[in-house]
């Protein structure tokens, strides 16, 4: 018999991408879908053969077969629904943002901390092949000192669910942000932002939020990088793109204008001796393409084709489909983390005190944007001292 664990997939918009993920991990036995729509349930159930489907979270927490949840419902039930999963005695993945407020993010961590139970916020930038390169550059040195960062999120939301009116940018910043917070190991002190443009009434919604698009510079704790981040829901007319650029002292790399094509990397070049009797002056730098890689050698043999684009041959016996594998190849690797830590008994990489922080610092953005660029000071979350 497995002893492996059983998790349930909370939300199958997004979700239904990590279904056959953690099917396929071999760590997991059994896997449950849960949403509220019965039409969505079927679906997702018939195409990967899950027997188990609930429309009711409750009966999920309440059923001891099932040790964690990956919560993917819309952002306002990831507070409540991990706060009830962390009581229930269940490990929590959640997707971002941990909470859209500071006193859940505070209840988050006592509820986790009481739980013995582990708690996971599923930042998808952090593990995207993109991301994995700059790391790898910057701890082998090939980067130099970070001096600059600019992270950026734009994508319209006009025609999403009504739940997305007037979403604060800020509130999502996440993908933005949390590349140079790992990068630099620490979190944000404080926190100017401003809101710029102004929504149309009806994309205001029930929010109370009137920008649609938010900037902010973040000052860290114990490092000189001040990370600029722009968040933007609506009225910017460009396709998506969610990235970032990290600037260093040696070499930098910059996202691409054009989403899914390959980042640049820009090496400087020593001053010429001969430079002055040509005129120029200032350093050159060399213009190449980064080098990415999927991670595959960290992953278990049977998740790595869940990195790229992959076939799914459907349970109930259809003609084979074809799934792309969205966010820079991170789902296999978040999974994978996710779960290890479960067996582990560790906390995993982006745990409580972490996500606190990457999300905290977007909360706290916000805030200012709204009191018109007041400096805004982040709670600090971590018990040793930086
Ligand atoms: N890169 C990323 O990390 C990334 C990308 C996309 C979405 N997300 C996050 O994932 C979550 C889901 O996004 P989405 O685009 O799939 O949203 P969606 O609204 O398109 O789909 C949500 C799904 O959850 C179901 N649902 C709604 N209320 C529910 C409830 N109370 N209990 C259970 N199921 C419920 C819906 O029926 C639907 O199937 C959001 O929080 C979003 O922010 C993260």
Redesign the pocket.
């Known amino acids: 018999m497995s002893t492996g664990l059983n998790i349930a997939v909370?939300?199958?918009?997004?979700?239904e991408a990590f279904v056959p993920i953690y099917q396929a991990h071999p760590d997991v036995n059994q896997v449950a879908l849960?949403?509220?729509?019965t039409e969505?349930l079927e679906r997702v159930g018939d195409l990967y053969g899950v027997d188990a489907r609930f429309t009711s979270?409750e009966d999920v927490l309440a059923d001891r077969t099932w040790d964690a949840v990956h919560i993917?419902?819309?952002?306002s039930?990831?507070a409540n629904y991990t706060l009830a999963a962390l009581r229930a005695g269940k490990h929590v993945a959640c997707?971002?943002p941990m909470a859209t407020d500071l006193d859940d993010i505070d209840e988050i961590l006592e509820a986790q901390a009481a739980s013995g139970t582990q708690y996971m916020m599923?930042?998808?930038s952090v593990y995207a092949r993109e991301f994995r390169a700059v790391e790898n550059m910057y701890r082998a040195g090939t980067l130099g000192e970070l001096t600059l960062y600019k992270g950026v999120h734009i994508q319209n939301l006009d025609g999403y669910?009504p739940?997305w009116l007037g979403f604060p940018p800020m509130q999502?910043i996440t993908?933005a942000l949390s590349p140079a917070l790992k990068l630099t190991g620490t979190g944000v002190q404080d926190v100017v932002a401003y809101g710029t443009g102004r929504l149309d009434e009806d994309q205001i919604g029930q929010s109370g939020n009137v920008f649609p698009t938010e900037v902010g510079l973040f000052r860290l704790a114990g490092h000189d990088l001040v990370p600029e981040v722009t968040m933007s829901f609506f009225k910017a007319a460009r396709p998506y793109i969610e990235g970032f650029s990290a600037y260093g002292s040696k070499a930098s790399v910059e996202w691409p204008v054009v989403e899914k094509e390959t980042p640049l990397l820009y090496e400087l070049q020593d001053l010429d001796p001969d430079q002055a009797d040509t005129g120029l002056r200032g350093r050159r730098s060399h213009t190449g393409q980064l080098e990415v890689d999927n991670g595959t050698e960290l992953l278990p043999e049977s998740l790595r084709r869940f990195v790229e684009r992959y076939e799914v041959r459907p349970a109930d016996g259809g003609a084979p489909l074809w799934k792309s594998a969205?966010?820079g190849g991170s789902h296999p690797h978040l999974v994978d983390e996710f779960v290890s830590s479960i067996v582990a008994g560790r906390a995993p990489e982006v745990g409580p005190v972490t996500s606190a922080e990457w999300t905290a610092a977007g909360i706290c953005a916000h805030e200012s944007a709204v009191n018109g660029g007041e400096r805004v000071v982040v709670p600090q979350y971590r018990s040793n001292p930086r």
């Open positions: 909370v939300g199958l918009g997004f979700g849960v949403d509220i729509s969505r979270y993917l419902a819309p952002v039930f990831h997707a971002v599923m930042e998808t669910p739940y999502y993908h969205e966010h």
